[in-house]
């Protein structure tokens, strides 16, 4: 068994969430920073020399992942609280994240742009994350190379080297996240102008830019599908808090409506929230939206509506498997279409088991909505199947057993204590078929 598997079992894997469902969700719940934020944000810090500080960083594998990248690479990291951490990458001493490493997260691609920003090359192995199905970085390397990097990917290892980062215009074939980021990572420390083109929008975009330039690039245009960015010789240190996490948030206003309940979701920005916002009130959900909160509470019927999922503005597809589930609790029929990822519906076999009515061919769902799903013993297959699974939980009569929880805490921060705060029924146990003997051997 390899490593991180045996490793991942020894922490988490044999762990499940235990749920006693239909209790319905009140009083308040905060969110916490935002994952595709802060897994960007920590890489930048190699750009400078300076130590910066980065505040409201949520307390989940990824960001742990991305941590004890920095360290193995000879940064120091130090929590000042809980959520804030001061990381310096002067005495850095490794521009190489081995596969190890690398495989545990998607996000490990960002040390491609930052290292080749830093040093003028990297060495990082090819990423892991989400199995959401095909999930290539040509266009990371198409902007790379824009850039003046070669590249070159052996044995499983992407190597990149610049002798100088030349500004350059970059027209990303595809509106890619990870692609627009690196692209940023590279270039705010290249000679000249770069212009990337058909950028991603995202809110994790415009944060990283905004901490880029807390540090003295800049960055123009992030947000919008043209980044301008002017190459700086050098980037300072800075103190900078994450954005709230829109998922994480999006995730919670789903679960107070599919348990009929009345919650306040706190520490968030209602405007990243719109597109999720926009489509819960077609189903009929309450949302009354506060300068950082927003309140939301059922007191109707649920009635179907359509999903197509896009880059932002559009509906995000990290929302898709948890808007799923409460459509199964509405009255009708919803079509649900993927419009990102070639397979994020392999989570619908155990929602079916817990009674979901749901075809799938390809990239649509057809939902009927039956009004009610049981509890049943069930497996997380990705982040955000889990969180599909822990909604359906909470809204299930009966008990849920949601297996392979380390999924759900790449994303999720100390999630069912946050829950249990709002009256849910969730407790995370250890499995007690597997003796500890055997847990310590794994
Ligand atoms: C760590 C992180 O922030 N992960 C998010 C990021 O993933 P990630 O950055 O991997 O997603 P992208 O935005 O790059 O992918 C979008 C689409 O572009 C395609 N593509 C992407 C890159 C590339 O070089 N070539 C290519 O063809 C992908 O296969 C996919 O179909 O954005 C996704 C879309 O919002 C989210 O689901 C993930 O949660
Ligand atoms: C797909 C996701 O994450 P990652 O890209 O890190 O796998 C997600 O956050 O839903």
Redesign the pocket.
Known sequence: MDNWVAQKKGETKLDKFVIHGGHRLTGEIEVSGA??AA??LIPAVLLSDEPCVLENVPDISDVSISLQIMSEMGATVEYLTKTTVRISAAGLTNYCVPYESARK???SYYFLGALLGRYGKARVSMPG??P???????????AFAALGAKCNIEHGMVDLVADQLTGNQIYL???????T?NAMLAAVRAKGLTVIENA?K?P?IVDLANFLNSMGAEIMGAGTDVIKIRGVERLHGAVYSVIPDQ?EAGTFMIAAAATKGDVLVTNVIPKHLEPITSKMRKIGVNIEEFDDSVRVWVDGPLVRTNVKTM??PGF???MQPQITTLLTLAEGTSIITEG???QRFRYVDELRRMGADISVDGKVAVVEGTGKLTGAPVKACDLRAGAALIVAGLAAHGVTEIEDIYHIERGYANLDAKLRQIGADIQKVSDPAIPAKLKEAL
Request: hydrophobic letters at 40%; aromatic letters at 2%.
């Open positions: 994952k595709n897994v960007a997260m998607r996000a994350g989400c959401l199905g095909d999930r290539p970085i040509d266009q990371h390397l198409k074939d595809v509106v890619s996240v990870g692609a980021m991603a995202e994790h998922i880059p932002h995000p597809t990290d990102v990822w070639e």
